[in-house]
């Protein structure tokens, strides 16, 4: 069964928070390798930054992998698939969704996610990736907000970075495609795990539907 997580984002230095740290270590009994999926193949010292930084995460949680492999332009197609089907733990890299969803398609690693056996997990575009039918929310990359089809992890739509502070954007963008969609709003140091029908909420999420707005329960919902 997997298990997947879905995060909008940390600070940098503190990285998780104690309470997902402490479902982190649970989940990941396995801990031989960790696979980092890029979100732009080719912004290579980018990437590494930001993955390296994401071991650090872990390491200082208590959670040591033996190796950890970057997906990106570097590595060859075979070479990509392979890290992944043989990975502990994958781990989807934030950034630009798109970009990322065609790198998984290109590389035929989309397939080898929706089968793995373990734990997966998404940071900002990285959790809009695992969706099913992500919800995009317009920026200067897209100036309009759009709902479109991916991997299809979990049939949920997330859209990171939130603040319920910020009126326009729940009232001009996020409201009225919560007629089309269920969206889950997640303030950073925020995450869902999901494990089969169960989820559990960890910091500020609001559930987003039919124009009503809710704030989860940091608890097992059935949302």
């Known amino acids: ?36 999926i890029c979100t732009r193949p080719d912004t290579h010292e980018k990437t590494d930054m930001y993955a390296n930084g994401t071991v650090a995460w872990f390491r200082n949680i208590g959670i040591e992998f033996q190796a950890y492999h970057v997906l990106d332009d570097r590595k060859t197609q075979a070479e990509c698939m ?21 790198f998984l398609q290109k590389n035929n690693i989309a397939s080898l996610l929706l089968q793995f056996n373990g734990v997966i997990m998404g940071i900002s575009a990285g959790a809009m990736t695992m969706a099913t039918n992500p919800f995009y929310c317009a920026d200067k990359n897209f100036g309009l907000s759009h709902i479109y089809k991916s991997i299809g992890l979990a049939d949920i739509s997330v859209t990171p970075h939130f603040s319920i502070s910020d009126k326009d954007l729940l009232n001009n963008e996020i409201l009225p495609f919560s007629d089309i969609i269920d969206i889950y709003a997640m303030c950073d ?33 059935s949302k």
Request: aromatic share 12%; with cysteine.
């Open 82 to 102: 392979e890290l992944t089907r043989n990975a502990s733990v994958i781990y989807l890299m934030g950034g630009s969704p798109h970009s990322q969803l065609e």
């Open 1 to 36: 069964m997997q298990t997947l997580y879905f995060f909008s984002g940390f600070d940098p230095e503190k990285g998780f928070p104690a309470d997902i740290a402490q479902s982190l270590r649970e989940h990941i009994t396995v801990r031989e390798s960790i696979v980092l």
């Open 189 to 221: 140091d925020s995450a869902i795990m999901v494990c089969g029908n169960k989820k559990q909420y960890f910091g500020d999420i609001y559930f987003v539907s039919k124009g009503q707005v809710e704030k989860c329960k940091q608890a097992d919902c």
